[in-house]
């Protein structure tokens, strides 16, 4: 008996015409603009995830145990002020250019980290690969440009291990090893992410899908935490841990606190995809973003732009950063939230303007232009 094929010549007929009913409706769907957030919809992307949001925490829980506290930045006491970058909904197949570009600009401006809303990279090993590659040539450029230059200046330790306490994890005494200094890109998992066994793939790369860290300034400390809602819920696991303090900064003097996650809460307009969220859930998150005293709540997912106040939270829905919705490039795919020495936050649109490369160029720089 294959897979999914029921005894009896009766219920193989009923069940071959019940998938037909869904594959109909995904279509119907689709065409009434359902799946308008993610132009590239696999029904069996829709209809079946392949891991859930319980199991992803769960797994990343555990790496977060052993390499949370690593993750925070403690600043010198000369620099009073510093900004990240966020984008969202890249898409990634062959050239990883936008994502490139965004970190091209970051380098340049002297942001200190990059923050990714999610459907990073459609889900193909190749797809991936290309992703990785255009994440090492960051981090090379990003090392030269700012760890070498510190190491030159200040502490050079035996067997290539360096240490300064400016701009690294406020671990003390901090010892790393040059290959193992990583650009600092933190992105949360989409539901494009986790596709066609997607997660084996965003993980084997970022590790975690649940996570925060805080960026002390002064006395004071910037508090930024990662969700998960790539199946368009937080799941009872990962409300669970919020609610057991999981999170290790609840005990710190908070500043601001910035929240990231996928899955869009408010709707643009009335043709934009609406909220996955249960009511409860719905509710448990605004209640939780009120109660961390939210600074900004990024959302992605629906690759359209709102930005309006609720609460007493600023909500920031991101416009796609792909190709495929924005061919020419545009003045807002992303943004740069500056942090100032009071505290009060700035948030500017940042332009990428790139375009798609021939296969025959990304081909010639290293990347796979075919799907395996």
Not at 149 to 160: A, K, M, Q, R
Not at 207 to 229: A, Q
Not at 231 to 255: C, M, V, W
């Amino acid at each position: 008996m294959g897979i999914g094929k029921l005894r009896t010549n009766n219920n193989e007929i009923t069940m071959k015409k019940s998938i037909s009913y869904i594959l109909m409706a995904t279509a119907l769907l689709a065409a009434s603009g359902f799946f308008s957030s993610c132009e590239k919809v696999s029904p069996q992307g829709v209809l079946m995830g392949n891991t859930s949001v319980d199991d992803r925490v769960r797994q990343s829980m555990i790496y977060y145990a052993y390499h949370g506290e690593d993750l925070d930045w403690d600043l010198a006491d000369s620099i009073e002020e510093y900004s990240f970058l966020v984008g969202s909904d890249s898409h990634i197949t062959f050239d990883p250019g936008r994502l490139a570009e965004m970190i091209e600009i970051g380098i340049e401006h002297g942001d200190l980290f990059y923050c990714h809303l999610g459907d990073l990279a459609d889900t193909k090993p190749e797809y991936y690969s290309n992703t990785q590659l255009a994440l090492y040539n960051a981090t090379r450029t990003w090392k030269a440009k700012y760890i070498k230059p510190l190491i030159n200046e200040y502490n050079t330790v035996d067997d290539g291990m360096y240490f300064d306490n400016r701009i690294t994890p406020s671990t003390k005494n901090y010892l790393k090893p040059w290959d193992d200094w990583e650009l600092p890109f933190y992105p949360v998992v989409g539901n494009h992410d986790i596709t066609h066994n997607g997660w084996s793939l965003f993980c084997d790369q970022f590790k975690t899908s649940f996570y925060e860290f805080t960026v002390k300034v002064g006395d004071s400390y910037d508090r930024f935490i990662f969700l998960d809602s790539a199946n368009g819920t937080l799941g009872d696991f990962q409300t669970d841990e919020i609610d057991n303090n999981a999170l290790q900064n609840d005990d710190k003097q908070i500043r601001n606190t910035f929240t990231f996650t996928h899955t869009n809460i408010f709707r643009p307009s009335m043709n934009e995809f609406a909220s996955t969220y249960c009511r409860e859930e719905l509710y448990y998150l605004l209640n939780k973003l009120e109660e961390w005293d939210t600074t900004i709540a990024f959302w992605g997912h629906v690759h359209a732009w709102d930005d309006r106040m609720f609460n007493g939270v600023r909500h920031i829905t991101m416009r796609s950063m792909n190709f495929v919705d924005h061919p020419n490039g545009g003045d807002n795919l992303i943004v740069r939230v500056t942090v100032k020495k009071d505290g009060s936050c700035e948030v500017k649109p940042v332009g990428l303007y790139c375009k798609e490369r021939s296969k025959e160029e990304l081909e010639s720089l290293g990347y796979y232009v075919k799907t395996i």
